[in-house]
């Protein structure tokens, strides 16, 4: 396993993490992407830190608590062996301040979080989305009093704009408040937005990226190809809802120069797409999930090698999508606004 800083801070990570939403099972949503139970994330969790991989990202909100009450039972008597990164903001209650990045949630969101992981501190905490009607001064106030009192390590945000993350740096900048120092977006070679707005901010504002959903809601496993339909795993259960959508000849074309890399280099389809994820910039730490160990054993399959430039740019070439405006706009000033990826 090798390990990248995150974002500006010192604290190094593992390349891949592994991602807990397949844990409990609970509500409609989440049965479908999984129902692992505290003796399988146990034996998961075993299999993660025998490689190195020993950060574990979770969500209050992921099967309503039970994502987290499983991790941290999986990981008693080995919490310092670990990692761990959990999210609040999104609804967990009936009442009108159960959710959002008040003061009032944060604060009550963390310590039921701390109390299901069963531990006494939280390693990165995320925003799990933007709340507008929160002052962003008063949310990282909240976050400054966690990291201080030391129930938070780092901070950081998730599923924010261009503009609400730069504007929470700002705010922390000018009230000397912690600052996020990692960003958790979708990003995929199926779904690639990331790279228009949000990916210069990180690299200049020296915010590193965790990438969740990195097969694109499960369409970049190899279970679907070119006149064949995913007959098992989450796809063929509906785990895709709620994700973006994607042209059926658009996800052909990029699965169809996957396989031939895939062959090229004797990999599977997933663990290519990974890799050329790791190569991004900004890229700090990659979130995998699994419903099994083989699953995991697959994504771990990513590390230890490199696609070459060329296979990169086949990548890049087929995966490409129109920018939408400013940004094929910018491209003819190009030489005066380098990109971190070639456009």
């Known amino acids: 396993m090798q390990y990248r800083q995150l974002g500006r801070s010192g604290l190094k990570v593992p390349r891949l993490s592994f991602g807990t939403g397949t844990f409990g099972g609970k509500g409609d949503m989440f049965s479908k992407w999984g129902a692992t139970d505290v003796s399988e994330a146990s034996r998961l969790i075993d299999v993660c830190l025998d ?9 209050d909100v992921y099967s309503s608590g039970a994502s987290e009450e499983i991790l941290g039972a999986a990981l008693k008597g080995r919490r310092d062996q670990a990692l761990i990164s959990t999210k609040a903001t999104f609804t967990t209650g009936k009442g009108p301040n159960d959710k959002g990045s008040s003061r009032y949630h944060i604060v009550r969101a963390a310590e039921a979080s701390l109390k299901r992981l069963g531990t006494d501190h939280i390693d990165v905490y995320f925003m799990h989305g933007y709340d507008a009607l929160t002052p962003p001064e008063e ?21 924010y704009s261009g503009w609400h ?3 929470s740096l700002a705010t922390s900048e000018r009230y000397g408040l912690s600052r ?54 989450r796809i063929a259960q509906g785990g895709d809802a709620g994700g973006p959508a994607v042209e059926d000849e658009y996800l052909y074309n990029v699965v169809d120069a996957l396989t031939e890399i895939a062959a090229e280099v004797d990999k599977t389809v997933p663990q290519v797409a990974l890799n050329w994820l790791l190569q991004r910039p900004t890229v700090a730490n990659i979130v995998v999930g699994a419903r099994n160990e083989a699953q995991l054993t697959q994504n771990l399959g990513a590390l230890g090698w490199d696609l070459t430039p060329d296979q990169v740019a086949r990548l890049d070439a087929v995966s490409t999508r129109p920018k939408p405006y400013p ?3 910018q491209m003819e000033f190009d030489e005066r606004n380098p990109k971190p990826v070639k456009w």
């Open 327 to 329: 940004y094929w706009h």
């Open 51 to 59: 490689h190195g991989l020993n950060f574990f990202d979770t969500a």
């Open 139 to 159: 949310m990282l106030s909240a976050l400054d009093t966690l990291i201080t009192s030391g129930k938070v390590g780092y901070i950081g945000a998730s599923n």
């Open 165 to 167: 993350l730069m504007k």
């Open 180 to 233: 996020f120092v990692a960003y958790q977006g979708y990003y995929s070679l199926i779904g690639r937005d990331y790279e228009w707005e949000l990916m210069p901010l990180a690299q200049d504002q020296g915010v590193g990226t965790m990438v969740w959903s990195p097969l694109g809601w499960g369409r970049l496993t190899g279970k679907i190809r070119r006149g064949v339909q995913a007959s098992e795993g």
